[in-house]
């Protein structure tokens, strides 16, 4: 099965946990991407990957020696990432975005360099979605990046309650159009 098609297919199974009707496109990856310092940044978590569209730009762009920890609580959608991405410097999970701390050794828990999430905030339950986030806020290292899209302008407020700097950019280049926020610890 093509991977839109299969997309869809889990979008109609599940809409609280996939939700686009299609998968990301790779200008909506190059626009999420583009304020993080590849050359610098090695350790890196990325939230919601779905087909892995996002993960596979960041693997070109990441450093040989930096770390991925990738988080994908879709049982289909992690099956179908475990099974292609072969690549050490990649940690894939079955596990919620909330317990990102769980999974860094305690010397790296607040030193990664950027969060990038996919997850779908609003259809999330307030609390879920702020456990989500903060565990993103709190990983990070200071000057530490949070990047996000939405489809909607919806999550600017919520963000800005977390972090100190939250800057939004639109593509149409995607289906649907999406608003990327990108997010900055103090």
Not at 81 to 88: E, H, K, M, S, T
Not at 96 to 108: D, G, H, R, T, V
Not at 158 to 180: C, D, H, R
């Amino acid at each position: 099965m093509s991977s839109k098609r299969n997309f869809l297919k889990q979008f109609f199974k599940d809409r609280k946990m996939v939700g686009a009707v299609s998968p990301s496109t790779r200008f909506l990856g190059e626009k999420m991407l583009a304020n993080i310092d590849f050359d610098k940044a090695k350790g890196l978590v990325e939230l919601g990957p779905g087909t892995g569209i996002f993960t596979d730009i960041i693997m070109q762009r990441m450093r040989k020696d930096a770390k991925l920890l990738v988080f994908e609580l879709h049982d289909e959608f992690y099956e179908a990432l475990n099974a292609r991405i072969n690549d050490p410097r990649v940690q894939i999970i079955h596990d919620s975005a909330e317990n990102i701390a769980k999974y860094l050794p305690k010397e790296e828990q607040t030193t990664q360099d950027a969060v990038i999430s996919s997850l779908p905030l609003m259809v999330f339950p307030p609390e879920l979605r702020k456990a989500v986030v903060s565990a993103g806020y709190d990983c990070l290292k200071p000057k530490g990046k949070y990047v996000q899209f939405q489809y909607s302008l919806q999550s600017k407020k919520f963000l800005e309650s977390i972090y100190e700097s939250v800057k939004i950019t639109f593509t149409i280049k995607n289906f649907p159009p999406a608003f990327v926020y990108t997010c900055q610890k103090k």
